[in-house]
């Protein structure tokens, strides 16, 4: 009798979907195969979660059921995703207890890498304002977290031996004429609590050490480091860059990018670092004594070769510690070294980066900011700065990282990456108002294969995690033309 209970039980729950129950599914990344069935579940229990090799190391299967659910997953990236998923499906069944779809997901991601890119070095965000971020970005199936931690504005890496990196490149006098001092510096055990902390979630976190320009703060700090040292420089106080580069003919450059590196090693379980290299004007190698006579020893013929040599050494740097680069592409590729990981960045040069970075040997991440800076404005009318475009929801939801080309030509593509620059973000408020709800559309162009992706479908989407993210994240996704974050500096332009 008991038994029969049990069926009976299940039957009424297998009923067919009444007319007030979801009939969809609402997940971000859309999953790459989707199954559903004529049944309404009002249960998200785990019945089982076992581990299946077969599935591939990211990929995870997940069976919605009338009396719960089932989770098989191919390694501990599958078991994550997986977990991720069910979160979704849970704040969803929450927002809709008249009950959600059974069904069958079986999901992998299209791409290994999808990153976003912080900012602390222009304005610094505290562990805590880190942490939250973070959790946003497991939700989204994100799997790297770059930290953008040194700039013209400032310095945020602690390197023993270098005190002044805290006591002056860390610290600037105001922000765009606001009068207001800012500053901050991570200690050691803030960046490996992050780190841990990310990893649990399935987030590497990525350094990054801009070189050779973008280095006003370390100027400031460690003037004896560039061609022509300036006693006076200061940390930047506006956006922009400079003509400094650090000289690579002084011995005691590299003695301090062996301590950063060494630094980063002790810190950071990623082998990766990146460098940075972009928007470095050599005007000043061209001019500087030293840079001259070593071009005239090497018989280099120009700046650039200089450029491409000193990237080798930085790369033989990293080597020693078992770390490699990453770059913002250029579009020269005779600066980089085939096998080596770039990013498209600059506007409208998406397109042709494909075939050169193939060309060239290079790894490509998909980082055009026409799709992928999520500093600029996201509704018509908000705060530009005077030159940023609009980059609305739907144009960053039209991202196919491979637009279009076949897998032969676009298989050295590693994914997506959004960047979130920070000169006008001062807190983690302006960030999140800016990064989301666009960085889901980011998301699902390096997650979903482009023949379940669609727009309705998003839009609907969208929709509904507004309630899940108030309710998780305490944090409204709601955005209008005038509910942003006011900016303090905004009349100062």
Known sequence: MKHLLSIFAGIL???????????????????????????ATRTLKLLSDKAEASLGKDAYRLAVTPGGVHLASGGREGRLYGQATLRQLQDQLAAQPEGIPCGVIKDKPRYPWRGLMVDPARHFIPLADLKKFADLMAYYKFNKLHLHLTDNQGWR??????????????????TFGDGIPHGGMYTREELKELVAYCAERGIEVIPEIDVPGHNEALAAAYPEFFCFPKPDMKVRTVAGNSKELVCPQKPEVWKFYAA????????????????????????????????????ARAGMRDEQEQMRAFFARMTALLAKNGQTPQFWYEGNAGIYHPGETVYAWRQDQARQSIDKTKKAGLNLIMASNEYCYLDFPQIQGQYNWGWMRTTTLRKC?????????????????????????????????????????????????????????????????????????????????????????????????
């Open 157 to 174: 890496l602690p390197v023993p031996g270098y005190p002044r990196l805290e006591s002056v490149a860390s610290k600037r006098a105001e």
């Open 397 to 493: 939801y039209e991202l196919d990282p491979a637009f279009g080309k076949s897998p032969q030509e676009t298989g050295h593509i590693r994914g997506v990456h959004a960047a979130a620059w920070a000169e006008h973000l001062p807190d983690l408020n302006h960030l999140l108002y800016r990064v989301y709800p666009r960085a889901m559309a980011i998301a699902e162009a390096g997650w979903s294969p482009m023949d379940v992706r669609s727009w309705d479908n998003f839009r609907r989407k969208v929709a509904d995690h507004r309630a899940f993210v108030l309710k998780r994240f305490n944090y409204d996704l709601e955005r209008t033309k005038e509910n942003e974050p006011p900016f303090r500096w905004e009349n100062k332009k």
């Open 260 to 295: 950063v590196f060494k630094e980063l090693k002790d810190i950071f379980p990623s082998k990766i670092v990146h460098l940075g290299g972009d928007e470095a004007p050599t005007e000043l190698w061209e001019k500087c004594p030293l840079c001259r006579q070593a071009r």
């Open 13 to 39: 729950l297998c009923a067919i979907l009444p007319s007030v129950a979801a009939d969809k599914y609402s997940i971000i990344p859309e999953p790459g195969r989707t199954e559903l069935k004529p049944q």
